[in-house]
Nanobody
Framework: QVHLVESGGGLVQAGGSLRLSCAASGSIFSFNMGWYRQAPGKQRELVASSTSAGWTKYQDSVKGRFTITRDNAKNTVYLQMNSLEPEDTAVYHC??????????WGQGTQVTVSS
């Protein structure tokens, strides 16, 4: 069992920045990690992902603005979000996929961007 705890959300004005953190209860060295978001009335969508091999992938709408990084020594994944837009308002969830295919989710952290 892997527990994920997100933090760092909040209210920010358009153009501002936030850094989200996802702390795992154990080693994430071999895990593929991702950040997803879900806005009211919409489906959960992938924002950014980081494989155990170090590859990263981003949703087109956040490319150039968001950066996913991981600190395996701290069992933590980060999402640096710059130039935030009202459309980025959502609950952001951390996801871990283990090397044996198990899938874990955090409870989420609210990000609200005001115009």
């Amino acid at each position: 069992q892997v527990h994920l705890v997100e933090s760092g959300g909040g209210l920010v004005q358009a153009g501002g920045s936030l850094r989200l953190s996802c702390a795992a209860s154990g080693s994430i060295f071999s895990f593929n990690m991702g950040w997803y978001r879900q806005a009211p009335g919409k489906q959960r969508e992938l924002v950014a992902s980081s494989t155990s091999a170090g590859w990263t992938k981003y949703q087109d709408s956040v490319k150039g603005r968001f950066t996913i990084t991981r600190d395996n020594a701290k069992n933590t994944v980060y999402l640096q979000m710059n130039s935030l837009e009202p459309e980025d308002t959502a609950v952001y969830h951390c996801n871990a996929v283990t090397h044996y295919g198990a899938n874990y989710w955090g409870q989420g952290t609210q990000v609200t961007v005001s115009s």
